[in-house]
């Protein structure tokens, strides 16, 4: 019989399909599954269709041997609770008051009495071993608590198949074991556990299945963990996007004059900086002992829906050098941007900047401590589309104080003059355009990049955050971007680059820093290996 | 003494219309809509009421109709924001446009009037007027004010011991919560502002039938959007809903009572200024104290919405 599954389900979120023909059967009850893949690759989507909390396009669920229509509006099914990732309980509730909204059954004539309700659930939670008071107001609970109360409003409905969407992402790690033996102990008992997972070693030590899901797609079927390894379920997960990465590879050593620095293979140089040309100190020899431009030093950020948090992460640059941040999407790398660049406070943690802690500063104040920002999202962050070439050029250095000598006339900041300050920066980037007062919007890709470029990479820049700072650009705009990096990298600027294209963390990293579920899980340094990077990404260190 | 008598008794008088209006208000809050239309709903209500005491001939009959016109026009309202999604504070102000406007018109179409328009049919006061002694603190008090404790203590048990109290707050708080618990957020929103626009028909109902046994344009005179900041003060919890009605209450009374005796040689405009001053005190304190909880949420779970 199967437990779980579901048949040709489609789901689209306006124009992207969440789900793609997805067909998944599981049989063994009391019996803990896993489901792995990038962030994306639909599995989240997956869960709320088969616990019935959104509409399917297409398909149809089974649970415990019958197929129900996955297409129904919306409605929750008996049979089957999903455990959210981003726990599903009003924040100022009581556990008690929290549990009572998912079961109002237990209230005769919808009303209740408060001791009587709190004692229930008291021995509710005592019954599977959760020592939580039922008083309590949810927000004021540890993240483990509130996965306990989730857990047991899961079980209380009397279902028997129970899934969980990433239960360990917001644990911290000392209580992940204490999950997973309970949630063996209660197999045992006969319960299924679907659970979604991204780290592999955590889906090895609680699994006993593995299916596999890539954009939207299923490509491995539920199998037993015994007869697959790790180095397959990891180049699975990675399948698609490092597809992607080789033929922008290709592409690149194409159409560059000179070949990247640092590109491993057999081809490529061992030593990064023998390729570099110009008088710049080797990196080898780099002095260590000189100080970071920027140093992030044990910051960490709560996650929430839609955003990994980091979990004491440091990372720091040296002036000349560029540090790549690798990992799968999604695992702390827009926290860590965020933090860095002064879009974040971190809970924990502090972001120095050329010595000068810069953890309580504003925006503007980091960007006259130099540093700059290439955001990935360059139509909402990185530009204003609806302003002018020159505006987009000029505003961010005159209103965060560092660009203001000499466009200032009478005590006023002079149109004329700010507007022939953006023209210089533009035509000194070779942006192509007609008249610098026309807008933003009618730039093609590379060329607002170029403008982006004019903007944050200037003689006053000292640290540069660049997030996929080439992503969707041709090769000629990939190309600028490159160079423009490395002739920073020349003039002694540190480079902070995130981002998914590992050709071009080879090409340009000094280091590569790998992010993990929020934690800094290796550093890798030249000849970068392919396969070891991509392992680190997915399963952490390689110790 | 007496002095004492009567300015409890302007207090209690002052108190029932806004804490009528608050308590239902409350429900809407909690369910996550600003129903700044109690203004607008308290006149509709008022006229109402009087129109409906006047045509039946009994002002219990009368306030009925007023309940069944303001759930009426909170169905509307409903539709307005929920379903069309419209900017709750925006529709609201056109709200109290059309309560003005509309009882106004009304008022000139159906009695020929722009004056008072009073009526026989009232509700009964059980401690009839100039009395002396402590009696006299309940002097000429409409039903509706002894109504009131048993009103706050059903709204504090709906609010806080039912299943229904429970979605509410959910349903505000948190919707996908509500939603992954199987709550039908927009329906128990339908609920929640029927409740505030039929409580916020009675808090009309005393004004027009209750104590002044007349209609007249634009009497509510502020009171909707006093009982607006009570409940943001008093947290949407049900007793501090009660306990910032009455403070807002004592500061109207406080300025009726200043007009007849001097309050510590103060000049009378500033006694009068009294109940403005406390409203923002109150704002402040609820906007510095209480920052709306669960903002985190909005936006998450976009799909899941209904």
Not at chain 1, 57 to 76: H, K, L, N, S
Not at chain 1, 534 to 542: D, E, L, T
Not at chain 2, 296 to 302: K, L, N, R
Request: with cysteine; charged share 15%; proline share 3%.
């Amino acid at each position: 019989m199967i437990v779980l599954g579901c048949n040709d389900v489609r789901v689209d979120f306006g124009t992207t399909v969440a789900l793609d023909g997805v067909s998944l059967s599981w049989e063994e009850a009391g019996a803990i599954h896993a489901v792995a893949g990038q962030n994306g690759a639909g599995k989240t989507t997956l869960c709320r269709v088969l616990a019935g909390l959104i509409r399917a396009e297409r398909g149809e669920v089974i649970i415990e041997g019958t197929a129900y229509p996955a297409t129904a509006q919306g409605r929750r099914r008996e049979g089957v609770e999903l455990v959210h990732q981003t726990f599903a309980l009003p924040p100022q509730f009581t556990v008690a008051e929290a549990l009572q909204l998912f079961r109002p059954g237990t209230a005769r004539g919808g009303l209740f009495q408060r001791g009587r309700m709190e004692r229930r659930w008291a021995d509710q939670l005592e019954e599977l071993g959760f020592t939580v008071s039922p008083k309590v107001l949810i927000r004021d609970l540890a993240p483990e608590q509130q996965q306990a109360v989730e857990i047991t409003r899961a079980l209380s409905s009397g279902s028997r198949v129970i899934v969980l969407d990433e239960p360990t992402a917001v644990l911290p790690p000392e209580a992940i074991a204490g999950l997973f033996d309970r949630l063996r102990a209660l197999a045992a008992q006969g319960i299924t556990f679907l659970v979604v997972m991204h780290k592999l070693r955590q889906v090895r030590e609680l699994a006993g299945t593995v299916a596999v899901l890539a954009g939207g797609k299923v490509v491995l079927p539920p199998t037993a963990m015994g007869t697959i390894d790790d180095d397959e379920i990891a180049r699975l997960i990675m399948g698609a996007s490092s597809e992607q990465v080789v033929t922008g590879a290709s592409a690149v050593a194409m159409g560059l004059a000179d070949a990247p620095e640092g590109l491993t293979g057999a081809t490529a140089s061992g030593n990064a900086t023998s390729v570099e040309s110009g008088g710049l100190p080797g990196r080898d020899q780099r002095d260590t002992s000189e100080a970071a431009v920027l140093r992030v030093q044990d910051v960490s950020v709560s996650s929430v829906e839609g955003r990994r948090g980091l979990r004491s992460f440091s990372v720091e640059v040296f002036p000349g050098e560029i540090v790549g941040i690798a990992g799968v999407e999604g695992n702390g790398q827009q926290a860590l941007v965020d933090v860095v660049v002064g879009l974040l406070a971190p809970r924990e943690g502090r972001v120095v900047l050329g010595g000068a802690d810069a953890s309580g500063l504003r925006i503007a104040a980091r960007r006259r401590l130099g540093l700059r920002y290439i955001p990935a999202d360059r139509q909402s962050r990185a530009v204003s589309l609806s302003s002018s070439l020159w505006v987009n050029a000029m505003a961010a250095p005159v209103s965060s104080g560092y660009g203001v000598s000499g466009v200032v006339r009478r005590g006023f900041l002079s149109e004329r003059r700010l507007r022939k300050r953006g023209e210089e920066r533009l035509q000194r980037w070779q942006v192509r355009y007609a008249a610098s007062d026309q807008a933003m919007r009618e730039l093609s890709g590379g060329n607002l990049q170029r403008v982006v470029l004019a903007r944050e990479v200037d003689d006053d820049a000292r640290v540069i955050v660049a997030e996929q700072p080439t992503q969707g650009l041709d090769l000629g705009g990939t190309e600028l971007v490159w160079e423009a990096l490395r002739r920073a990298r020349r003039q002694g600027v540190g480079v902070l680059l995130v981002s998914s294209d590992l050709d071009e963390l080879f090409a340009l990293s000094d280091r590569i820093v790998v992010i993990l579920d929020g934690e800094r899980v290796e550093e890798l340094r030249p000849p970068y290996d392919r396969t070891m990077l991509g392992h680190a990404m997915v399963v952490g260190a390689a110790s | 003494m007496n002095e004492v008598y009567t300015f409890v008794n302007s207090v209690l008088l002052g108190t029932t219309p806004i804490l009528w209006a608050a308590l239902g208000c409350l429900f809407a809050h909690r369910a996550g809509i600003y129903q700044l239309g109690l203004e607008g709903l308290m006149l509709i209500g008022a006229f109402a009421s009087i129109g409906g005491a006047i045509a039946l001939g009994s002002a219990w009959t009368g306030i009925l109709l007023a309940m069944a016109v303001c759930v009426l026009v909170s169905v509307v309202f409903w539709f307005v924001v929920v379903i069309l999604k419209a900017n709750a504070i925006i529709a609201g102000l056109g709200l109290v446009g059309i309560g003005v406007g509309g009882t106004s018109f009304l008022q000139g179409a159906i009695f020929h009037t722009s004056g008072a328009v009073s009526a026989n049919a009232i509700i009964g006061a059980p401690v009839s007027g100039t009395a002396t002694g402590p009696l006299s603190m309940l002097s000429s008090l409409s039903l509706l004010v002894y109504l009131l404790p048993v009103a706050a203590f059903v709204v504090w048990v709906v609010a806080r011991r039912t299943n229904f109290g429970l979605r509410v707050s959910a349903s505000g708080q948190y919707p996908f919560a509500a939603k992954a618990a199987g709550v039908r957020v927009r329906l128990v929103q339908l609920g929640a502002l029927c409740i505030t626009g039929a409580m916020c028909a009675i808090g009309g109902s005393e004004l027009s039938v209750g104590s002044l046994h007349a209609f007249s344009y634009d009497m509510t005179a502020g009171v909707g959007y006093v009982a607006f900041t009570a409940v943001l003060f008093g947290r949407e919890a049900p007793w501090g809903v009660v306990l910032a009605s009455f403070i807002f209450g004592i500061a109207t009374a406080l300025g009726i009572f200043s007009q007849i005796h001097a309050i510590f040689g103060l000049p009378l405009e500033f006694i009068q200024m009294m109940p403005y001053i406390v409203t923002v005190l109150a704002l402040w304190f609820a906007g510095w104290r209480w920052p709306q909880a669960g903002s985190a949420a909005e936006g998450a779970f976009a799909e899941l919405r209904e």
